[in-house]
C-alpha cells in the first residue's frame, strides 16, 4: 500500500520547480525551495513519502527531515537552520 492510500492527512500533491504542494490535515500550502532547500536534490519518491507525526507535525523519514505543522501556517516564526553533520560549530559561536 502506498503512502496516498495509507497517510490522507498528510501528503505531496505536486513538485514543480518552485517547491512543492502539500496537503495536511485538509489544508494546503506551497513550500518553496528557498524556504526549504533539502528537497531541492531529494528523490522524487522520497519527497512524496511523508508521514504525519500526531497532529502538530510531519515527516519525511528518508530525507530526515520534520516540520512543525505551525511553520507551514507561521514560517516567519520558524527560521531554518540546515544542521550539516560534517561541520562542527563552536559551543561559544566561534
Known amino acids: 500500500m502506498n503512502n ?10 505536486s513538485i514543480n520547480k518552485d517547491g512543492l ?14 524556504w526549504a532547500p533539502f528537497f531541492i536534490d531529494a ?3 522520497d519527497v512524496f513519502d511523508v508521514k504525519l507525526l500526531g497532529r ?4 519525511w523519514e528518508k530525507l530526515d527531515v520534520d ?3 505551525e511553520s507551514l501556517d507561521h514560517p516567519e516564526r520558524y527560521p531554518h537552520t540546515v544542521k550539516d553533520p560534517s561541520v562542527t560549530q563552536s559551543p561559544y559561536g566561534l
Open 4 to 13: 496516498y492510500d495509507n497517510n490522507r492527512t498528510a501528503r505531496v500533491l
Open 21 to 34: 504542494h502539500l496537503s495536511v490535515l485538509e489544508r494546503e500550502y506551497f513550500i518553496t525551495h528557498e
Open 43 to 45: 528523490k522524487v519518491c
Open 56 to 59: 502538530s507535525g510531519i515527516r
Open 67 to 69: 516540520l512543525e505543522i
